[in-house]
């Protein structure tokens, strides 16, 4: 049982230039987050989805887009990247019903665009 | 939307003492306030969590107590250790509807000095 799984841990993007975000989870959670950390600023909420086949913005969306064909994978996708998306980029999880409330949070990917 | 304000940025204290991180929220709608610990360079971990319906939760040396008239709710670390220091970023949500997001607090580093 592996969690939430993001990849890559790192990378150094130009100007510009596209990536994909991977996330993946193994627990069967409806609902998966994807939020970024700006150095000594909390998380803000780039998108969610409910379920497969539904996505919502968040608070920061613009040069982002996500997907989410599977339960399992929810792929965020930076076109055009820009030097202002330098930040640490957290998948998270959560199970549906009021029961189990808590994210699990994956371990990162921190990224910088020069 | 939501919006949390938590106070202070950094705090300091000697190994022992008590800290205090305090957290205001807007919507009062939000019935659902999570603390997370991120130590340097890890992903957020849950500490302790309160629902609306409860007015303070503890749990070993943390407790968390929640004022839903002032919309405030407030983390406490009693006898605190080394292995404390860390950042820690409280959060609202409203669990039913709204896809449950996690607006979080821009954080406190906490540090504890021998």
């Known amino acids: 049982n592996a969690g939430v799984t993001q990849t890559p841990k790192f990378r150094i993007l130009k100007i510009g230039q596209s990536m994909t975000l991977q996330c993946t989870q193994d627990m069967n959670h409806n609902y998966m987050y994807w939020y970024r950390q700006d150095p000594g600023m909390g998380l803000k909420l780039i998108y969610y989805s409910v379920g497969a086949g539904i996505t919502d913005k968040g608070e920061v969306p613009n040069g982002y887009n996500v997907s989410r064909s599977t339960t399992e994978d929810f792929p965020l996708r930076l076109e055009l990247a820009a030097p202002s998306q330098t930040s640490v980029y957290f998948c998270a999880t959560r199970p549906l019903g009021e029961s189990r409330w808590s994210y699990t949070f994956g371990s990162g990917t921190r990224l910088t665009v020069v | 939307g939501e919006n949390v304000e938590q106070h202070p940025s950094t705090l300091s204290v000697q190994e022992g003492d008590s800290a205090v991180i305090k957290c205001t929220y807007s919507d009062s709608a939000s019935n659902y306030f999570p603390w997370y610990k991120q130590e340097l360079g890890k992903r957020p971990q849950l500490i302790i969590d309160?629902?609306?319906?409860?007015g303070e939760k503890k749990d070993q040396r943390i407790a968390v107590t929640l004022n839903k008239t002032a919309k405030h709710f407030s983390l406490h670390i009693t006898e605190t250790q080394p292995e404390d220091s860390a950042v820690y970023f409280c959060a609202a949500s409203i669990l039913t509807g709204g896809g449950n997001k996690l607006t979080f607090g821009t954080g406190t580093q906490l540090k504890v000095e021998l």
């Open positions: 309160i629902r609306s319906n409860v």
